[in-house]
């Protein structure tokens, strides 16, 4: 486990696999990956994914409950460390 609870992914990226670090991380989707089938925005309990050609997340509304990486069908979404200082929205 890194600095803050975050656990680096591999090569120590930043990317995390599901945790219970709501705030200190963000959902990030790989536009390669995503095949834009809408199951992560009825997921998001906070309304921060929209679809366009595929997923796009709202880093500002997100607070990285992890919600769309458990439903994504092709592990498009991970979790990554939140940028310092940014204020989740309540």
Request: glycine share 14%; aromatic share 0%; with cysteine.
């Amino acid at each position: 486990m890194g600095a803050g609870g975050v656990t680096p992914g591999p090569g120590g990226t930043g990317q995390m696999p599901l945790t219970q670090t709501t705030g200190a991380a963000v959902a990030r989707v790989d536009a390669d990956q995503c095949v834009a089938c809408g199951q992560c925005v009825e997921a998001c309990p906070r309304g921060a994914i929209q679809l366009a050609e595929v997923a796009v997340v709202n880093e500002d509304r997100c607070v990285g409950c992890s919600d769309c990486v458990e439903v994504c069908p092709v592990e498009a979404i991970t979790l990554v460390k939140a940028p310092e200082g940014r204020g989740v929205n309540s």
